[in-house]
C-alpha cells in the first residue's frame, strides 16, 4: 500500500508539470483556436534562460524567476509578431505547421547555444525530503503542485470575470466578430503568445528543478499534449485534470505494467488513455460538445 501511494503523489507531481504545459496549449487555443507544437520548446527555453542568470550570472532565484518569465513574456509577442502574425486568416493546419517548423528551430537553437549535456538545476529548496507514514515527499513537489492550483484558478477567474479573458474567448470564438465588437484581434493574440510562453518558462523550471535540464527535456510538450486534449481543449479546469491523470497512468504504467512486459507500457501510455476517452467522450472530459445543425 505504501508503495502504492508513492507512486501515486509521484504521478500527481509529474502531472502537475504535465498539467502547467496543457495550461499554455488551451490559453492559445481559447484566444487564437491554434494549436501550438511549440509549447514544449519554449518551455525549454524558459528553463535554460533561468539556469543561465543563476549559475553564470550569479542572480538570485528570485530575481532570476522574475526576468525569465519577462523574458519568456516578450519572447512569446515577438514570436506572434514576427512569425505568426503574416499567417493571420490563412488556414489553421498552415499555422500549425508553422509552429513545428519554430520548435524544430528553437530545438536546434538551444543545442547549438548550450550544447547537448544534461545539467542539474539548482534547487529552490535544500535537499531535503519529508517522510510521512513511509511515503516520502519533496518540498519541490508541493510548491509545484501549489503553483499548479493558483494557476488554475487565477486564470479559470481571468477567464470568466476580466475583460481580456473574455476578449480572448470571443476571438477564439469568431475573429469576425470580434473585430466588429472593436476588439484588437492582433493584440489579443501577441497577449495570449506572451501568457503562453511565460507558462511554459514556469513548467520548464519546475521540470528541471525535479529532473534534469537538457535539450530533449522539450519533449514533455508531446506529453502534455494528450494531457490537453484529455481534459478539453476549451477547458482549463480540464488541462488540470488531464495532466494529473496522464502524471498518475505514467508512474502506474511504470511502476507495474512495466516490470511485468519488460518496459515501454510507461512511454505510451498516455496515447493509449487518450484514446480510449476519446472514444467514449470525443471532446475530452470537460470539453463543450459542437453541435452543428444541417
Known sequence: MTDFLQILLNGVSLGSIYAIVALG???IYKATDVFNFAQGELMMIGAYICYTLIIHLKLG?????????????????IIEVLILRPLLGKPVFSVIMVTVGLAVILQGSVSLIWGDDVNNFPPLFADRTLHFIGISLKPTDIWIFAATVLLVI????FFRKSKVGLAM???ANNQDIALLM?????????LSWAIAASIAGIAGICYANVL???????HIGLKAFPAAILGGLDSIPGAIAGGILIGICETMAG??????????IKEISSFIVLIAILMVRP???FGKAIITRV
Open 212 to 218: 534534469f535540464l537538457a535539450p530533449d527535456m522539450s
Open 169 to 171: 474567448r470571443g476571438t
Open 283 to 285: 471532446y475530452g472530459l
Open 182 to 190: 472593436g476588439i484588437n484581434v492582433k493584440r489579443i493574440f501577441s
Open 25 to 27: 496549449f488551451v490559453l
Open 61 to 77: 532565484y528570485a530575481i532570476s524567476l522574475f526576468l525569465t518569465l519577462c523574458f519568456c513574456f516578450v519572447f512569446g509577442i
Open 255 to 264: 511502476g507495474y505494467l512495466d516490470q511485468i512486459v519488460g518496459g515501454g
Open 154 to 157: 487565477g486564470f479559470f477567474l
